[in-house]
């Protein structure tokens, strides 16, 4: 026996022979586990997938050293005004109301209002410095005083910017106004809980004016997880508990399989909140996954116990048979999922990282659940029944010989049966073009893809009180927004420039880099519509002719100033023009940033790599960034991610599998045999996606981790047992049937369970989560459809070419199955009549029957004779 058979096996005996201590121990760890849950926090939103991206950092610096385009020191609230006309008296009233409301609060410690509302009245009263004083100045004036004001507020350019798109001056009418209150709060302060109190401020005054802010976006994007949750967790425990009671068909079993499930998750998140991992939008993943695998490794030990019970095997001794040989599969499946999640540390995405690693330790304890709390757990309770004499409830083994399942799985085969390896053949052909026509799935990142749509589904409706969902307001506000505000940041792009400004060629370089702008970019006169430090002095040179001489003065040529420019700034920030000096300049005079107009119709990949190749341009540290550069860079990271995740998880499993079966079983080819199933599903998901539409995105970028996963689970049961019962029974087709009705009928099971728990998701409030679940739903149809209808051919062409049997690969084998008829319609003889002297050449064992007949039998590899125990030619030994 080697080390490794002794170690599983002193593994079994100690789970067997003394099941109280087992489960006494795992109980305690549960209970040490079970306060790590409190300490766990959520976090949600985009900005946890933007740490570490080289365009998001850059963005930070912009926002942190660019005023005062990009706020101050102190948190601002937005005010959002919908009207007939924000402009007439009941418009301006409706704001000021609602803005003096907010200052006479004075935990809200509001230092500032500024919108158009307040401009009118500063015209009508210029000793207006409140929203309260405001309100007396325009109930006071006269409608053509109203009029007037409104139209010396015009004047100034930054009027209309607050302003809906169908401000017209000359009828003096808009639908819509923005307003920003500014709080004496540092900025450090808690932004949600202020925006929220003045949320319900705003909505108990006249008008319809909302407020909005980051804080309210965050709120809702934590809200919405946890609304989701409240509905998909208890459908989905009421249709796989449904399940799982059919499955098992004993409240005792059922109730144990909950227990190890319950327990599994307690462990896994009482670790992740020791640990000090959020609870994020991507860790919704990995209760999904938990309860696919444990319901697969309950379901397979109890009914692996059962087929021994149902033999007429004593408790201890089936459990200690079924245990012996699921420790091997398990083991092997923990080691291969563990490696494929694991694979998720290679990408940047923290989240991604955290996903990997939180799965990779719940599989772990997965495995100590289920090899060592279940059947002691189990061994204990039906001990306590037999004392008792309590009647047994359903024991039969799921796909057993007489159920419609036992008849229906082994007629799987049928397809491939006649010609194995052809079969194969056509499969990897069509995987092929499935992988080719999946390469091409989109892939995108958006804030949406966090909040709920804009209209919640109707179903809503129908749920009871504690899952209705709440009210959500920031999609319909941001649309609005979008739709009725010339919004720069959904049509521009940044080029932030780290370079010493003062130097001679510094606004030469900005000079260069808009000529000849790329497709995406708006061209104006042959240049790219840009803004930046150039437009400051160019607007101050023409009010100011001194200005204007020491500008043509400092430049050599026709072209922008090139000497004198610590001057030049310095008397940009002593101007009228300091303010917008100062949203491109940088105190110190050592960065620049220069904001792109692009089209709104170019894609967002298509402006990305335009607005990289302009920063190349630049003579410098340019880095091009701005809300589309940020997020498609995300876009990108995931994508790539996800290859590189794949192709390391692929590669390890491949590498352990070869490793783990040659170890365990003497046969690593069978390792990579395994692996095949488990690549066509990949495929088949991939393209999947890009028919239905589905991107990868921030959730769904796990699902190729899941799908490796839950395939090697499921085709390592089968590959295992396959090879067990093929080493007893000598038989192929026979070791096939046997293995599709066995381990098949607890993967059918297992699949049901799973697939329609975790398609529940659909019914998530955010339409990120429903993606996730359907394509978790078709991932585990798909492993499963794979691991019983590809994966049993490719077993039958290793047995081929491992025992040198070419017999087992072509059409002539059904034909010659059919026309002995011992085999019961297998397609292969129960017995095949050879000499003694034919047999012993091919190397096989021969036994004789009492006719004189002779059956042949493939020989054992050593690693079988090891395992066997006695005589290698015993098969009667080995199980």
Excluded at 149 to 178: C, H, I, K, M, W
Excluded at 208 to 227: L, M, P, R
Aim: aromatic fraction near 8%; include cysteine; charged fraction near 20%.
């Amino acid at each position: 026996m080697s080390g490794v058979e002794r170690v599983f096996r002193e593994i079994t005996d100690r789970v067997v022979d003394r099941p109280k201590q087992v489960v006494v121990a795992c109980l305690l760890v549960t209970v040490l586990f079970a306060p790590g849950m409190a300490l766990l926090e959520s976090e949600a939103g985009s900005d946890q997938f933007t740490e570490g991206i080289d365009e998001a950092d850059a963005l930070d610096r912009v926002n942190e050293q660019f005023e005062p385009a990009f706020g101050g020191d102190e948190p601002t609230t937005q005010l959002i005004q919908r009207d007939g006309n924000v402009l007439d008296r009941r418009g301006l009233l409706a704001m000021l109301e609602t803005a003096e409301r907010l200052e006479d609060r004075d935990d809200l410690r509001v230092t500032e209002v500024s919108a158009p509302a307040m401009d009118v009245a500063a015209e009508l009263d210029e000793n207006v410095e409140t929203a309260g004083d405001a309100r007396d100045a325009v109930e006071r004036a006269s409608e053509g005083e109203i009029d007037d004001a409104v139209d010396a507020a015009a004047e100034d350019p930054g009027f209309d910017t607050l302003l809906s798109d169908d401000y017209n001056r000359e009828s003096q009418t808009a639908s819509a106004a923005l307003g920003v209150v500014t709080h004496s709060f540092p900025a450090s302060a808690d932004a949600q809980s202020l925006q929220l109190e003045a949320r319900d401020i705003a909505e108990r005054s006249p008008g319809d004016v909302t407020v909005f802010g980051g804080g309210i976006v965050d709120n809702e994007f934590a809200q919405v997880i946890f609304d989701s949750l409240a509905i998909v967790v208890p459908a989905a425990l009421a249709v796989i508990l449904g399940l799982l009671a059919y499955a098992y068909r004993d409240p005792f079993d059922f109730v144990l399989g909950g227990v190890a499930l319950l327990m599994t998750v307690v462990w896994t998140f009482g670790f992740t909140g020791y640990a000090g991992i959020a609870f994020s939008d991507v860790l919704i993943a990995v209760p999904v996954l938990l309860l696919a695998i444990g319901i697969d490794f309950g379901i397979h030990t109890v009914n692996r116990y059962r087929e021994e019970r149902a033999e007429g095997v004593e408790p201890t001794a089936a459990m200690r048979d079924a245990l012996g040989q699921l420790t091997v599969a398990y083991s092997i499946i923990a080691g291969t999922t563990i490696i494929g999640f694991l694979a998720n540390l290679t990408s940047s995405l923290g989240p991604l990282q955290e996903f990997g690693l939180v799965a990779g330790i719940g599989i772990c304890f997965i495995l100590v659940i289920f090899v060592g709390f279940l059947p002691a757990a189990k061994l204990l309770v039906d001990r306590w029944r037999a004392e008792r004499s309590l009647p047994e409830f359903g024991s039969r083994p799921l796909g057993s010989e007489d159920s419609a399942l036992g008849r229906l799985l082994p007629s799987l085969t049928a397809i491939s049966r006649p010609a194995p390896a052809v079969f194969l053949v056509v499969v990897l052909l069509l995987t092929a073009g499935a992988a080719g026509y999946g390469a091409g799935v989109d892939t995108t990142f958006d804030d949406d893809d966090f909040l709920p749509p804009s209209e919640q589904p109707g179903y809503v409706d129908y749920f009871p009180g504690p899952m209705q969902p709440g009210e959500y307001t920031a999609t319909e506000t941001i649309n609005f927004l979008s739709d009725n505000f010339a919004t720069s940041e959904d049509d521009t792009v940044t080029v932030y420039v780290e370079r010493r400004m003062t130097s001679d060629a510094a606004l030469r370089s900005l000079d260069r880099a808009e000529r000849d702008p790329p497709d995406t970019f708006v061209e104006t006169d042959g240049r790219a519509s840009a803004t930046g430090v150039t437009d400051a002095i160019d607007g101050y040179a023409d009010e100011d002719p001194e200005f204007g001489q020491l500008v043509d003065e400092s430049a050599l040529d026709d072209g922008p100033p090139n000497r004198n420019l610590d001057r030049i700034y310095g008397e940009l920030r002593d101007s009228g023009y300091a303010d917008f000096t100062g949203e491109y300049l940088a105190d110190d005079s050592r960065s620049t940033r220069v904001v792109y107009d692009v089209e709104s119709d170019a894609s967002d990949a298509a402006i990305t790599a335009d607005a990289r190749e302009v920063a190349d341009r630049y003579r410098g540290d340019a880095t091009a960034t701005g809300q589309i550069v940020v997020f498609q860079a995300v876009s990108e990271t995931i994508f790539s991610s996800a290859i590189v995740s794949l192709s390391a998880a692929l590669g390890l499993s491949a590498l352990l599998l070869i490793v783990l079966f040659r170890l365990f079983l003497g046969s690593p080819a069978l390792g990579l045999v395994t692996l095949l199933p488990v690549a066509v599903t990949v495929a088949t998901l991939t393209a999947t996606m890009r028919l239905a539409g589905i991107p990868f995105n921030a959730l769904t970028a796990t699902i190729l981790s899941i799908t490796i996963g839950l395939g090697v689970d499921y085709t390592v049961h089968v590959a295992h047992r396959f090879h067990d019962e093929y080493v007893e029974l000598g038989d192929a087709d026979a070791a096939v049937e046997t293995t599709l009705r066995g381990t098949g009928g607890a993967l059918t099971g297992t699949m049901a369970t799973t697939a329609l728990g975790t398609g529940v998701l659909v019914l998530a409030i955010t339409p990120i989560l429903g993606q996730f679940g359907l394509l978790t739903a078709a991932s585990i149809s798909l492993a499963y459809v794979a691991s019983l209808v590809v994966l049993p051919p490719a077993l039958i062409v290793w047995a081929a070419v491992v025992e040198r049997r070419p017999d087992l690969l072509w059409t002539g084998r059904l034909v010659g199955g059919l026309g002995s008829g011992s085999d019961g319609g297998t397609g292969t003889p129960d017995s095949v009549e050879r000499t003694a002297e034919d047999a012993r050449t091919d190397g096989g064992v021969v036994e004789g029957d009492a006719e004189g007949r002779f059956q042949w039998s493939p020989p054992l590899n050593e690693a079988d004779r090891r395992g066997a125990g006695g005589d290698p030619d015993d098969r009667s030994q080995k199980r």
